[in-house]
């Protein structure tokens, strides 16, 4: 799923491309891309994009006469910059959106279509989309504890509550615990002064230095390859390789459609943490430490 400084990408390619132009139609290949009904999509047509943000996840374009159009890509959905009066792919495309410069597709891989589009007035509809976590770019110290103590969660799925903190996702969150040498599993109550200076340091670090670079990499050109497993991320899509700061083999925990990628020797003293299905099923051959796992694989 595509996070802050994946969004933000987007909104660095976008806005010199459809900033202050007129949008000229939308298209829609799917029915259930849509979500709202009032007003209707239709409305957007013609309408001249004010400004593009981010909210959370989101992509907002904000059109004329106080208009929003409210896009969530979900885990699947992907933008691609094509030329005037592009067709929309047939299998994965979902929607055009047609500038007199080129035209927006968005495309969702996969059979389920999960990415939404809202077309909402006013700030206060606005709002209405807006889970209520917190910028952490935006936000000090102080404000990055206070948000941290509203909910009694595993850091893990505090980082990614978009209740608690906004746009930050699997990968991204696994790229901070391991930066601030944080087990995932560690509750968010359990932190001392220094592990929470910590965590605030390296949330806003690596999101910082991703965003950045993503930029820099894209240039003036579009993002094609929005994707949530990149070169250079240090434990998130590695599982049992090196990690680059001890060279353990990174583990990795799967849960439900998440997952958790982690070095141990790094983020929890060498313990490993326990897959609750496997280690159910393996019981009392679940290795407790990288150097149990050392020796059954050797």
């Known amino acids: 799923m595509p996070e802050l400084p994946d969004i933000e990408l987007y909104l660095h390619a976008l806005t010199p491309r459809v900033g202050g132009e007129r949008l000229e139609r939308i298209r829609l290949a799917s029915p259930f891309l849509v979500r709202s009904v009032d007003p209707p999509i239709a409305a957007a047509d013609g309408r001249r994009v004010t400004a593009l943000r981010r909210l959370g996840k989101r992509i907002v374009f904000s059109l004329e006469d106080e208009l929003f159009l409210v896009l969530h890509l979900m885990i699947a959905g992907r933008l691609r910059w094509r030329g005037p009066g592009a067709k929309i792919p047939g299998r994965r495309g979902l929607a055009a959106f047609d500038f007199a410069a080129g035209t927006l597709l968005l495309t969702e891989a996969g059979s389920k279509r999960r990415a939404s589009l ?25 404000e ?16 990614t509550d978009q209740s608690v903190f906004a746009g930050i996702g699997n990968a991204y969150s696994d790229e ?21 200076d910590r965590l605030f340091e390296s949330t806003r670090a690596v999101l910082t230095e991703w965003r950045d670079r993503l930029r820099a990499e894209t240039g003036d050109g579009f993002p094609e390859k929005v994707t949530a497993f990149r070169e250079g991320m240090t434990v998130h899509g590695r599982f049992r390789k090196p990690c680059p700061v001890c060279g353990a083999p990174v583990q990795r925990i799967v849960y439900a459609e998440n997952e958790a990628n982690y070095c141990a020797a790094c983020q929890t003293g060498g313990r490993l943490l ?15 430490t990288l150097e149990e796992l050392e020796l059954r694989s050797g």
């Open 144 to 159: 990055f504890a206070r948000a941290l103590a509203r909910r009694r969660h595993t850091l893990k799925r505090s980082l």
């Open 176 to 196: 901070i615990l391991h930066r601030a040498q944080l087990s995932p599993f560690k509750l968010s109550d359990r932190l001392t002064d220094q592990e929470l």
């Open 274 to 288: 326990a897959d609750r299905a496997l280690s159910r099923l393996l019981k009392d051959d679940w290795p407790r």
């Open 118 to 142: 809202h077309l909402v007035r006013d700030e206060a509809g606005l709002r209405e989309h807006d889970r209520g976590g917190i910028e952490v770019l935006e936000a000090d110290r102080e």
